[in-house]
């Protein structure tokens, strides 16, 4: 079984900064990517950053040059680092990796977090 384990958010003024981290433990071959989702009340989940295995990045346009995504592969750990925060990045951060367990992808989401941007 892999879990997901999620810490770091909170409440932060506009302009503030945030680290999100995400630890990965089971039965773990290795994790291919890891990324950010998030949610926020009425909105459907959207991609926020994802980091690939070697170490290659994407981010939506609405975080670029805000937020850096980053992973350790030893520690199957990974980290979001959210600066410039505004109220609209106020949603519920949730960490998801594509693994491989007894030789198959699998999708996994840990709990979520919530981060809320207010002054």
């Known amino acids: 079984q892999v879990q997901l384990v999620e810490s770091g958010g909170g409440l932060v003024q506009p302009g503030g900064s945030l680290r999100l981290s995400c630890a990965a433990s089971g039965s773990i071959f290795s994790i291919n990517t890891m990324a950010w989702y998030r949610q926020a009340p009425g909105k459907q989940r959207e991609l926020v950053a994802t980091i690939f295995r070697g170490g290659s990045t994407n981010y939506a346009d609405s975080v670029k040059g805000r937020f850096t995504i980053s992973r350790d592969n030893a520690k199957n750990t990974g980290s979001l680092q959210m600066n410039s925060l505004k109220p609209e990045d106020t949603a519920v951060y949730y960490c998801?990796?594509?693994?491989?367990?007894?030789?198959?992808?699998?999708?996994?989401w840990g709990q979520g977090t919530q981060v809320t941007v207010s002054s």
């Open positions: 998801n990796a594509l693994t491989i367990v007894e030789g198959r992808l699998t999708s996994h």
